[in-house]
């Protein structure tokens, strides 16, 4: 589908947002390649600062510990808020630029790049985090949750007159000693819950 581009009389440009909703859950003739994760939110006070775990910080934990088992942050050191999003994943690739004795190409599973929908808005420091799925692409019930990135960029993606088309994600892996129980605050985005 395309759209009406007022940067040149008569042009039409492809509409990407509508490529990514297309990328993310398919379509008719085509299935998604987006996947469901969790998208841990760290909430901020009114001057955009992090909200401290009071719980961590009653019982000493600095921040920097942040693999403490916290039964109210589960070890994050920050109050926080989880959503379900779609998302791909692509793995990154690491080119030395013969900088370094390593081959170029080499995949880099430490670092590994997410995309999402416009309504997603991610920010650095937010942790996504995956769950298994089942063979169809589905969340089953318990949720389980599987690994966890540390968001390190985030790259909004804007075309013409300031029109936001997607987000693009840096994510380290980030090694999480205590999930914690199974979600503690959820609500449905991008539509309903996974199915």
Same mark, same amino acid.
């Given at each position: ?24 859950? @398919? ?28 719980? =961590? ?7 920097? !510990?942040?693999?403490?088992? =916290? ?17 791909? !994943?692509?793995? @990154?690739?690491?080119?030395? @630029?013969?900088?370094?004795?390593? *081959?170029? /190409?080499?995949? *880099? ?16 420091? *937010?942790? #996504? ?7 169809? @692409? ?12 540390? #968001?390190?960029?985030?790259? *909004?993606? #804007?075309?013409?007159? /300031?029109?936001?088309? %997607? ?17 503690? %605050? ?10």
């Amino acid at each position: 589908m395309r759209y009406r581009s007022g940067l040149w009389s008569g042009g039409s440009d492809i509409d990407i947002r509508n490529e990514i909703v297309t990328l993310l859950n @398919g379509t008719n003739s085509d299935f998604g390649r987006g996947k469901w994760v969790i998208l841990r939110r760290l909430l901020r006070d009114g001057n955009d600062r992090l909200i401290d775990c009071m719980q =961590c910080k009653k019982k000493g934990y600095h921040v920097a !510990q942040s693999n403490s088992v =916290c039964d109210r942050c589960f070890g994050v050191g920050f109050i926080w808020r989880e959503e379900w999003f779609k998302t791909f !994943q692509w793995t @990154g690739i690491r080119n030395s @630029g013969g900088r370094s004795h390593e *081959d170029a /190409g080499t995949l *880099d599973y430490e670092t590994n790049i997410f995309y999402f929908n416009k309504d997603t808005k991610p920010r650095a420091g *937010d942790r #996504i985090i995956e769950v298994i799925l089942d063979d169809e @692409g589905n969340v089953p019930v318990p949720y389980v949750r599987k690994n966890s990135w540390y #968001i390190t960029l985030v790259t *909004d993606h #804007i075309l013409d007159h /300031g029109r936001l088309e %997607y987000f693009r994600v840096l994510a380290n892996d980030e090694t999480v000693k205590y999930f914690g129980q199974p979600l503690n %605050y959820l609500e449905p985005s991008n539509g309903s819950l996974p199915r």
